[in-house]
């Protein structure tokens, strides 16, 4: 029984360590199927994250944080899609100067406003997304199996946590039962055609951008306002480079890229369970060769296991109108 409430416990965890690669997958996912390659993920969700967790702190609402974090999000994209879209530069150059920019700015305006070495102040419970408790969580808790799998792993987590998985579907579906889900990924394939049929490349190319920015914002206020009560210098960690790889690994589908999201989340989980053990053999392990498990692991998955992944045809391709 011990160890079913140990994999629950791990389950758990990955559920909430998956969530932030999750959203910032799916953001990728809109961009790339129109055919935006957006390095720049990283540091959309460092700036959202720095954001959101700002304006909470200021203002005491999460929720004005996490609009907070998505306009900031929008204001990169913006950037982002001016340099690559209108000026037709080269799209992984800009993604990089936008990590760079949120790099720097955010520990200069972290130590400029709060002197705290580029931190801001510690969010209290109301100023933060709190874990919601599903009904029947607490009297199910002492049944065996079921009363675990559901108080701990289904219930208990907070809203933004189940907005993400919720947006599994509904990508799924848009991209591939709508109308505008058939013209975005064919302005990702071939935006010449689309151009010909009287349909503005620009504008969905664009329309994209934006969604990837709710989405990457979203995922930035989680890291700052729902997962911890605070932002910390470069607390994304690289999660916008493992959800590209994420996206290639799911060969820019919606289900398979939760699935390799949740991969990673369990391996990230699995390594804070295994820091300190003694192994056989070799015996404690140092925690920084610990640590590096989840991604030592999911370098060795997308170089041996991934296959052929075909991206749009016209990814990171500037389109140029025939007049």
């Not at 709060?114 to 102040?121: S, V």
């Not at 610990?290 to 998955?301: K, R």
Request: glycine share 12%; hydrophobic share 50%.
């Amino acid at each position: 029984m011990q160890y079913y409430t140990d994999l629950i416990l791990i389950l758990d965890s990955t559920v909430r360590l998956a969530v932030p690669l999750l959203l910032a997958c799916l953001a990728g996912l809109y961009s790339e199927r129109a055919g935006i390659v957006d390095i720049g993920l990283e540091g959309k969700l460092l700036g959202s994250a720095f954001g959101a967790a700002t304006v909470a702190a200021v203002t005491g609402s999460a929720w004005l944080g996490l609009l907070a974090g998505i306009g900031v999000a929008l204001c990169f994209s913006a950037v982002h899609g001016l340099a690559s879209i209108n000026l037709k530069g080269n799209q992984t150059i800009s993604g990089v100067a936008l990590n760079f920019l949120a790099a720097g700015l955010t520990t200069f305006l972290g130590q400029a406003w709060f002197q705290r070495g580029g931190m801001t102040p510690q969010l209290g419970n109301d100023q933060r997304f709190t874990p919601i408790t599903l009904p029947f969580a607490n009297e199910l808790a002492d049944v065996p199996i079921i009363g675990g799998l559901y108080s701990e792993l289904i219930s208990g987590h907070n809203i933004l946590t189940y907005f993400a998985f919720i947006a599994v579907p509904l990508t799924a579906f848009v991209l591939f039962s709508t109308r505008f889900g058939l013209r975005l990924r064919a302005v990702g394939e071939n935006p010449k055609a689309l151009d010909t049929a009287g349909m503005s490349v620009t504008r969905l190319r664009y329309q994209a951008l934006i969604i990837t920015a709710i989405l990457v914002g979203i995922g930035g206020t989680y890291l700052s306002v729902a997962q911890s009560s605070g932002f910390n210098n470069n607390m994304s960690a690289g999660r916008g480079y493992i959800a590209l790889a994420a996206l290639i690994f799911a060969k820019w589908r919606p289900w398979p890229a939760l699935l390799v999201c949740l991969l990673f989340g369990f391996l990230d989980a699995l390594q804070f369970r295994l820091q300190g053990i003694d192994f056989p053999v070799i015996g404690q392990v140092p925690v920084q060769a610990i640590q590096v498990l989840p991604y030592l692991l999911t370098i060795i998955l997308l170089a041996g296991f991934i296959g052929r992944a075909v991206a749009p045809k016209a990814a990171g391709i500037p389109y140029t109108k025939e007049r």
